[in-house]
Every structure is written in structure tokens, then in C-alpha cells.
């Protein structure tokens, strides 16, 4: 399982740190190097102000308190060479500028206000922190929270184990799952609003369709009931009409056959244009008078019928009131949209019932998955652990047994079907506690650089910074506490806080953090140490202030190595 490691030179990395106007820093510019750099310097000189200000780069919260003089605003760049790390998802989600260099700055004004930006882009803090997050860890003997995080526990153990790509298709299966059941929700809800008024939707609608609204004219039946409501009087009218225009010899078409007789008598030119005058008034009339012979014919008392195109009409009024529709063409684009919405329950019952069988059998999928990486993460686990113990043993912890504790249960979670503990003994593993319990902050330290050592054989991870996690070790421990940061840094950059000379020696970039007094005021600064000052600086971590010819001697010898 640690046979195929997988090793490549650092490439993102914090390239450098300027901060102004911050706690006790005037101006200062930080350069750093790939590898493993070492931070160094008397106690209260500064060092922790130093991450104190790159948190703020990576969008941790500010305070106003921080600024060492309140008329300016603290300003505080980190540039980062963020190629080779896939990074550029985050800058496109972000809507950024993705850039080989990149710099987080971060503003904090004399009234309290923050800005943040990313190359020169202005972006909210959560921006800032969810970059930064990916670009550099910080770890210290009081800040090595990531152990207690599930999902780091989870990643390092199926990195270690070669399972994570099978955890990230069990994953991106839950994801599926949980769209699902997200979409199930969903139709329910719209069929549980679409059900308190399908009854009613129902009855509308059958209302509707019992009208047979394609079959009625509107206008044609107001004509008819016209009609019918008029039919005696209508008959009688026609009658004595018929009988004034042709029913007798008196009748009207009858004197104009007389006139126009009479005119034909003449021949002259004045009485023939009046007789064709008179012709044509009587064929209009024969016309009339055969109009009139049919009305009076065929109009008829029906007050059944009469009765009928009452109620039609009256059904298709009330329809029109009911519905504030201005015609039948409305009412049946009503009749439409409730069939539609019956439809639609009916149709989302249906999806319902497919949508519930393919989630039962996607989850008994997904449980079958999750205890498959149960046992794979079991089989593993212990082979992983007594590396970390071998590690733990050549840092001083001898007697530390460290246990991925994985309990099985038939609830799946992010990570599968385990609860996952990590659990510390100190006893040669006569009994295990939770490891948040039963740590102290030398031993988190410790345990985390342990699990970083592994895991940066199998996985590029971002920077680090150390700050003075080697409290409490000395001598031989020390050289493998710094031995295994050295090691580390062969695959990814190293920044290290100490006090210790046995792990300064070990960098490849030495930086040292003083203080100087300016007329009344004192403020931190940094400078690189090479030659004579890094052997100085290291033979006074080793005999103190005092200078010996000794220390210096011992220097000399870290430093070759």
C-alpha cells in the first residue's frame, strides 16, 4: 500500500508576505522560498504577529485594535505561485482572473472597514478564506482543529488506504441520491397544494364539460329565444301583413298589377318609365309578400323549445359569471387549464410512485457501497496505524497507539456507512480515548506532522506553516521532528516557527524577526540570515545570549547536516 509513492517537486507556494501597519510592524516584505523555510527570533519579537497577519490575508476576521498607528489603514499582501494545484474551478466560481501569481491583499481602514481582494478584484471575505483555504495550512500546538474535522479524518484515511476514489464515486452518488430526494420533496409538496383543490378543479371541470361548450352558438340561440318569446304576436303580424300585401283583391300587389296596367295603356314615354317604375316596386313587394307567406309559416309556439334555450343560455350566463370569462371561447380556455392541472396531479402521482422505487433501490445501492468501503477502510487501517505509530515513537511518543475507531451502522453519511473516530492511547494501547480528550497540544502537534508526513507521499497538500509545534522536545527527538518537516518539504513548501537549533539548522531559508527601537517607539522587523549571522543565530539558540566558541562550533555542525 506505500509502495507506489508518489513524489513531485513544490510548486504552489507562498512566495512572499508584506505587511504594513500592523501590531508592532511598521513595513515589512517577507520573501520565501520553495522547501523548508525557518522562522526565528527572541520571544516577543514578533514571530506570531507574522501569522497573525498572513490569517488576515486568508480572510481571517480583523480588528481594528491590530493597527499600529489608527490614523492609517493596515494593508497586508501574500503572493502565492499557485501553478499545478487545479485551482482554476475556484477562481471561475469566484468569477476571477485566473493568474500563475496571485495575490490575496487584504485593507483594514483606520475606521474598521475591511476590504479584500484577489488580484486587484475586490471579493467578499468568504472568497478570500475559501482560496486561502486551499493555498497554505497553519498549524500550531493550539490550532490543530483539522484532526477533529471529519472530513479531514475521513480524506486521510482513504488516501492512505487507496480508497478515495472510491469514496468520491460513493459520494458523488449520495449527491445524486440527495438530488432525488430533494425533487421527491418537492412533488410532494406540489401534490399535496394541487390535492386540497383537485375536488374542486374536478368539479369545474365537469361543469364545463357537461356544457359541451363546442357545441353552442351564443348568437344564434339569443336569436332563437328572441324568436320563440315573440312567436304569437310574430304570427298574428305576419298574418294581417300576408293578408294587407296579396290576401285580397285590395291587397297592395294587387292595385300595383292595376297601376301598372293602367300606365301600359299609354304609350308615351312618360308613362312607360313610370309603369317600369311601378313594375319594379312589385316585385319587390312579391317578394315581401312571399317573406312574409313563409314567416307565417313556419314560425311556431314551442314553449318547450322555448324552455330549452332558456336554460342554455342561462347555463352559459351563469358560466361566464362564475368563471369571468367574456364569451365561450374563454370558458373553454378554462375548461383547458383545469384539465391540464388534473393532468398534472395525475401525472405527478404517477412520478411519484417511480421516484420513490428509484430512490429505495438507489439507497439499498448505496448501502451496499458504503459497507464495501467499510470493510476496505477496516482491512487498511491497521496497517496505516502502526505507521503512524512508528512515526509517533520517533518523535517521543513511545508508548502513543493511535486508532481509526470505524463503527458500522445502516445510516449512510458524507463519507459512507462509518462513524469514524480517531482515538489516542497512551498506555501501549491498553485503552483508547477520543483523541480531542486525550491529547495535549505537544501531542496534536505531533500526531498531525506524523499524518502530514504520510499523506505528502500520496497527495500534493498546500503550504505549511509550523508554529513552534516542536515545544516540549529537545535533542534527538527535535533532529526528527525537523527531519520529518525536512522531509515534507521535499514535496511541498515549509515555513517553520522555532526555538529549537536542531530543526533550524535543517532549512534551506533562514528568516530572522527582531525588534528595533526607533527613538521612542519599538517595532518588529525581518531579515534573511546567510553565513556568519545563520551560524550566530543558531550557536545562540544552542548557549543563549552568551556567545561561545563551542555553540558556534555546534552551529557549524547542525548545519552540515
Do not use: W
Not at 482491512?379 to 505507521?387: D, F, G, L, S, V
Amino acid at each position: 500500500m506505500f509502495d507506489n509513492i508518489n513524489l513531485h517537486l513544490p510548486r504552489d507556494m507562498l512566495i512572499s508576505l508584506k505587511v504594513k501597519n500592523y501590531a508592532l510592524i511598521s513595513d515589512v516584505d517577507m520573501h520565501f522560498d520553495k522547501g523548508m523555510n525557518i522562522i526565528t527570533g527572541e520571544t516577543g519579537a514578533g514571530k506570531s504577529i507574522l501569522i497573525g497577519a498572513l490569517g488576515l490575508a486568508l480572510g481571517k476576521r480583523a480588528d481594528i485594535s491590530s493597527l499600529r498607528n489608527k490614523e492609517d489603514k493596515c494593508i497586508i499582501e501574500a503572493t502565492f505561485d499557485v501553478r499545478g494545484y487545479a485551482l482554476q474551478p475556484i477562481f471561475n466560481e469566484h468569477d476571477l482572473d485566473y493568474e500563475e501569481q496571485t495575490i490575496l491583499r487584504r485593507e483594514i481602514t483606520s475606521s474598521g472597514k475591511s476590504r479584500s481582494f484577489i488580484n486587484d478584484t475586490p471579493v467578499n471575505l468568504k472568497s478570500l478564506e475559501e482560496l486561502g483555504a486551499n493555498l497554505i495550512e497553519i498549524h500550531s500546538q493550539h490550532d490543530n482543529l483539522q484532526l477533529f474535522k471529519s472530513d479531514f479524518q475521513y480524506y486521510s484515511l482513504d488516501i492512505l488506504a487507496g480508497l478515495l476514489e472510491d469514496q468520491k464515486a460513493y459520494a458523488s452518488d449520495l449527491k445524486t441520491l440527495k438530488k432525488d430526494k430533494i425533487t421527491l420533496e418537492k412533488y410532494r409538496q406540489q401534490e399535496s397544494e394541487l390535492a386540497k383543490e383537485s375536488d374542486f378543479n374536478q368539479f369545474l371541470f365537469d361543469e364545463l364539460a357537461a356544457a359541451k361548450l363546442e357545441y353552442i352558438e351564443e348568437v344564434e340561440l339569443t336569436a332563437e329565444q328572441e324568436l320563440l318569446e315573440n312567436a304569437e304576436d310574430l304570427i298574428r303580424t305576419f298574418n294581417d301583413a300576408d293578408q294587407l300585401v296579396s290576401g285580397s283583391e285590395i291587397a297592395i300587389t294587387s292595385q300595383l298589377q292595376e297601376l301598372r296596367a293602367i300606365l301600359k295603356s299609354q304609350k308615351s314615354t312618360i308613362t312607360l318609365a313610370i309603369s317600369d317604375r311601378v313594375n319594379s316596386v312589385l316585385i319587390e313587394m312579391q317578394d315581401i309578400a312571399h317573406e312574409v307567406a313563409k314567416n307565417a309559416e313556419h314560425i311556431e309556439v314551442n314553449p318547450e323549445r322555448l324552455t330549452e334555450v332558456n336554460e342554455k343560455l342561462g347555463l352559459i350566463f351563469n358560466l361566464k359569471s362564475k368563471h369571468r370569462a367574456a364569451d365561450i371561447m374563454e370558458l373553454m380556455s378554462v375548461r383547458n387549464e383545469l384539465e391540464q392541472k388534473l393532468n398534472v396531479t395525475e401525472s405527478l402521482s404517477g412520478e411519484i410512485a417511480i421516484l420513490e422505487q428509484s430512490i429505495a433501490k438507489h439507497e439499498t445501492t448505496l448501502l451496499t457501497k458504503a459497507q464495501l468501503l467499510s470493510k476496505k477502510r477496516k482491512k487498511n487501517a491497521t496497517q496505516i496505524e502502526q505507521r503512524i505509530d512508528n512515526l509517533l515513537a520517533q518523535l517521543g511518543m513511545q508508548h502513543s497507539r493511535i486508532q481509526f475507531d470505524l463503527v458500522e451502522s445502516n445510516e449512510l453519511n458524507a463519507f459512507g456507512c462509518d462513524d469514524l473516530t480517531i482515538k489516542l492511547s497512551s498506555d501501549k494501547g491498553n485503552l483508547f480515548t477520543d483523541l480531542k480528550k486525550s491529547a495535549s497540544g505537544g501531542e496534536l502537534a505531533r500526531i498531525n506532522l506524523s499524518l502530514k508526513s504520510i499523506l505528502a507521499d500520496f497527495v500534493k497538500m498546500p503550504s505549511s506553516i509550523y508554529d513552534e509545534i516542536d515545544t516540549g522536545v529537545s535533542g534527538e527527538i527535535a533532529r526528527k521532528v525537523g527531519g520529518m518537516m525536512q522531509q515534507i518539504a521535499s514535496s511541498q513548501q515549509v515555513i517553520v516557527i522555532t526555538h529549537l537549533p536542531q530543526i533550524a539548522s535543517l532549512g534551506t531559508n533562514h528568516l530572522f524577526v527582531y525588534k528595533s527601537e526607533n527613538g521612542q517607539s519599538v517595532e518588529t522587523q525581518v531579515r534573511i540570515l546567510t553565513g556568519d549571522e545563520r551560524i550566530n543565530e543558531i550557536a545562540k539558540m544552542i548557549s543563549g545570549d552568551t556567545l561561545t566558541a563551542h555553540a558556534v562550533e555546534q552551529s557549524k555542525e547542525l548545519l552540515k547536516g
